[in-house]
């Protein structure tokens, strides 16, 4: 379940990773104001543990897309910011990209991306701290061919967490789509310890 506990009235590139060391991540409102979110509990992807249908693991041998890392990492965020329907209305304000771009050229914040014949058909984006990779959103765009594209993304993250060292990949919130890949719902408090070991770890992505 969702809590707010503030709106983030400095949105900037520091106040945002003190947010995620916290176990706090950010959420626009239809208003323009962001909101500091707390997911309790906070569901968890196993690094290099996860469950992958054996379907999706045929699509995946037969390598139908290009994946790319950091390529496109705007553009992975705007398509993640558009509306999915009505359930699943858009929650990534553009100063939030703006901000998010600016963890990126840090290196705080990542894209893995899938492309089919040059365009840009699925992709996922994150932030790290330490050993601690936050999942934020993904997108597939199956009108161009894009299907499956967002979990070929996520194998592709879990290798490249688990080639650098990462401990901790935090999915927020259970849902369907991220539950068929494993994963355990932790209470919040279970969580911030294992953030905080995580953070610790001199982990490297790419």
């Not at 509306?83 to 600016?102: A, H, T």
């Not at 597939?140 to 894009?146: D, Q, S, V, Y």
Request: with cysteine; charged share 20%; aromatic share 12%.
């Amino acid at each position: 379940m969702y809590y707010h506990v503030g709106v983030a009235t400095n949105f900037n590139p520091r106040s945002v990773l003190a947010a995620y060391a916290h176990g706090y991540f950010p959420m626009g409102d239809e208003d323009g104001t962001i909101q500091w979110i707390v997911s309790d509990p906070r569901f968890v992807l196993p690094i290099g543990g996860l469950h992958v249908p054996r379907s999706l693991a045929r699509f995946a041998r037969a390598h139908p897309f290009e994946i790319r890392v950091d390529s496109a990492f705007r553009r992975v965020m705007e398509f993640c910011a558009q509306d999915r329907n009505e359930e699943n209305r858009n929650w990534i304000l553009p100063r939030m990209i703006d901000v998010y771009c600016k963890l990126h050229e840090r290196g705080h914040a990542h894209s893995v991306e899938a492309w089919l014949g040059g365009v840009l058909v699925g992709g996922l984006y994150g932030v790290t701290i330490g050993g601690a990779f936050f999942g934020e959103s993904m997108f597939t765009r199956r009108e161009l061919g894009g299907t499956n594209a967002s979990k070929l993304c996520l194998l592709e993250l879990d290798a490249l967490l688990e080639r650098g060292g990462f401990t901790l990949l935090d999915s927020q919130e259970a849902n369907p789509h991220m539950a068929q890949f494993g994963g355990e719902e932790i209470p919040f408090d279970a969580y911030q310890q294992r953030l905080v070991a995580s953070i610790a770890v001199a982990a490297r992505f790419g």
